[in-house]
Antibody
């Protein structure tokens, strides 16, 4: 069965960086894109960007002004999201989600990773 | 990219119908039939309910339906059930080749 398993919760200080992983199983990793979406406490979903798992092409939301980098390791069927220059407003649950090529929807989601930014 | 606009909350009694609107612009909802809807019960990851405006993935009850007119998409839940109580988000592809979510709507079953 399809699974996206994310890394565990993180606590970071302002100004630091965080890297969250998303390990895929149960399907061919390189036939889908991986999206990253975050949700601050009590707030809406916010789209961050995506990576094409086959060729590594990426697209990011301008809202993160170059602070986000999404990569993947095809040998490990794992995608990564790194967010730099963290501030308190980045405290959120970060989700990865799978999007089949040629589609516009995410059909499977990871369990989410809580990132807390606090001094 | 601004979020798509949804009503903060809607409510209905069991068996009734509720409709959630999702208003965007000509750069997203209005230009593409690439609107999805996600259901998110408290403390859980989102679940795909509708894709490409009005298509249901396997396993989603036919009580859920979608539509679109101009810059506004809509999700209708017919025959509301207690298990439908959750937050719902729309999402659209945009002319910048990015995606945008809605502001979210809390559905309450009275």
């Amino acid at each position: 069965q399809v699974q996206l398993v994310q890394s565990g919760a993180e606590v970071k200080k302002p100004g630091a960086s965080v890297k969250v992983s998303c390990k895929a199983s149960g399907y061919t990793f390189t036939t889908h894109a991986i999206h990253w979406v975050r949700q601050a406490p009590g707030q809406r979903l916010e789209w961050m960007g995506w990576i094409s798992a086959d060729n590594g092409n990426t697209k990011y939301s301008q809202n993160f002004q170059g602070r986000v980098t999404i990569t993947r390791d095809t040998s490990a069927s794992t995608a990564y999201m790194e967010l730099s220059s963290l501030r308190s407003e980045d405290t959120a649950v970060y989700y990865c989600a799978r999007r089949p090529f040629g589609s516009s929807w995410c059909d499977f989601w990871g369990q989410g990773t809580l990132v807390t930014v606090s001094s | 990219q601004s979020a798509l606009t949804q009503p903060p909350s809607v409510s209905g009694s069991p068996g009734q119908s509720v409709t959630i609107s999702c208003t965007g612009t000509s750069s997203d909802v209005g230009s593409y039939n690439l609107v999805s809807w996600y259901q998110q019960p408290p403390g859980t990851a989102p679940k795909l309910m509708i894709y490409e405006v009005n298509n249901r993935p396997s396993g989603v009850p036919d009580r859920f339906s979608g539509s679109k007119s101009g810059n506004t998409a809509s999700l209708t839940i017919s025959g509301l059930q207690a298990e439908d109580e959750a937050d719902y988000y729309c999402s659209s592809y945009t002319s910048s080749s990015t995606y945008v979510f809605g502001t979210g709507t809390k559905v309450t079953v009275l």
